[in-house]
């Protein structure tokens, strides 16, 4: 059975004639959602044109370098009170609509769906769907989902998969998007300088540029940080024990798994990261360990951390130590991965 649900789908864009009919024909088609609410910012190409096409409700609005202002400006243009917010460079992929029809029935419910980087095909939870009544968005960049008042915001996953063009290299070096986030941030900052969300967000704006600089900013962030259960903070957490192994500094990295291991050890992300920090640390039993305890696991994995990635590093491992044959039997296990049949190539020949 599938639904009609009264949920405005609400978009802010600025010359995204690239991806935007994609991302709109992807909500049509996947979500179904009847009213979209596209903001434009200042178009100078195709944009608009592109989004009346789809049948899209546009409005103007007037950019003050404020990113919450502009998707509440959206919110406030919407027919429902029920909103999903989107990026004109993300594609919906999948989605659950009577799981959805279900969980809108409490609008104190604030739902997180999973963006797939295509940098790197990582999975990330992201906060998408609200109610207008409870919640509005905030931070003037990478802004947040907030409730109105002295409430406390009810986090629930939601089936709804999308992916993510913007931080691909040839897309965000045409539209400048690193250094847009990094000045935006740094404004923000000047404001609230001790915020670890924004520090975090400043070193991930970094993070490919120039991961020394990103460092700093995720070692800053963590000493503000008072509550390790909220969803960016073990993001912070993740990236910055790949950027200590990035750099080389492996004993660091080794620290940081033991300080947060109470947190996120339940996490088959985490215990990925704590078996590459082990394997770069010569600790190759406890990383053969960590690895096979990921095979398998039940999330939405995008990066092979449940199957064919873990086979790869156990069996790259078993090859160090010479345990040729064992290494053939677990390349096997990675199917099409192509590190995988070469070095099943390289060994067997």
């Known amino acids: 059975m599938t639904v009609d649900l009264p949920v405005s789908l609400c978009m802010i864009v600025k010359n995204e004639e690239e991806f935007i009919a994609t991302s709109l024909k992807s909500v049509r088609t996947v979500l179904g959602f009847e009213d979209i609410v596209v903001v434009d910012t200042g178009s100078t190409d195709r944009t608009v044109e592109i989004a009346h096409e789809f049948g899209c409700r546009v409005f103007d609005f007037k950019w003050i370098n404020d990113f919450s202002a502009a998707r509440n400006f959206s919110a406030e243009k919407a027919i429902h009170d029920w909103i999903f917010f989107l990026?004109?460079?993300?594609?919906?992929?999948?989605?659950?609509?009577?799981?959805?029809?279900?969980?809108?029935?409490?609008?104190?419910?604030?739902?997180?769906?999973?963006?797939?980087?295509?940098?790197?095909?990582?999975?990330?939870?992201?906060?998408?769907?609200?109610?207008?009544?409870?919640y509005m968005l905030k931070g003037i960049i990478h802004e947040q989902v907030e409730p109105i008042g002295n409430k406390k915001k009810i986090l629930k996953d939601i089936p709804v998969v999308m992916n993510h063009h913007g931080y691909l290299p040839e897309v965000s070096e045409k539209k400048g998007t690193h250094e847009r986030n990094a000045r935006m941030l740094k404004e923000a900052l000047e404001e609230h300088p001790n915020d670890p969300y924004l520090l975090f967000k400043l070193g991930n704006a970094y993070y490919y540029k120039d991961l020394d600089v990103a460092l700093g900013y995720f070692e800053e962030a963590l000493k503000h940080v008072d509550d390790f259960s909220l969803l960016y903070v073990y993001g912070l957490v993740e990236c910055y024990g790949y950027a200590l192994i990035n750099t080389g500094q492996y004993e660091k990295a080794l620290e940081v798994k033991n300080a947060y291991a109470k947190y996120y050890d339940y996490k088959p992300e985490f215990r990925f990261l704590t078996a590459h920090i082990y394997q770069n640390n010569g600790l190759f039993q406890e990383a053969v360990e960590c690895y096979e305890s990921c095979i398998g696991a039940d999330i939405v994995d995008y990066m092979g951390i449940t199957s064919y990635l873990s086979y790869y590093n156990i069996g790259v491992i078993l090859e160090c130590v010479g345990m040729i044959d064992e290494a053939i039997g677990v390349y096997g296990e990675c199917g099409d991965y192509d590190p995988a049949k070469q070095r099943l190539l390289a060994i067997t020949t």
């Open 87 to 134: 990026d004109a460079d993300e594609e919906i992929l999948e989605a659950d609509i009577d799981a959805l029809s279900r969980f809108i029935k409490d609008d104190r419910n604030v739902g997180v769906g999973t963006r797939i980087e295509l940098t790197n095909l990582d999975a990330n939870p992201v906060s998408r769907l609200y109610n207008r009544t409870q």
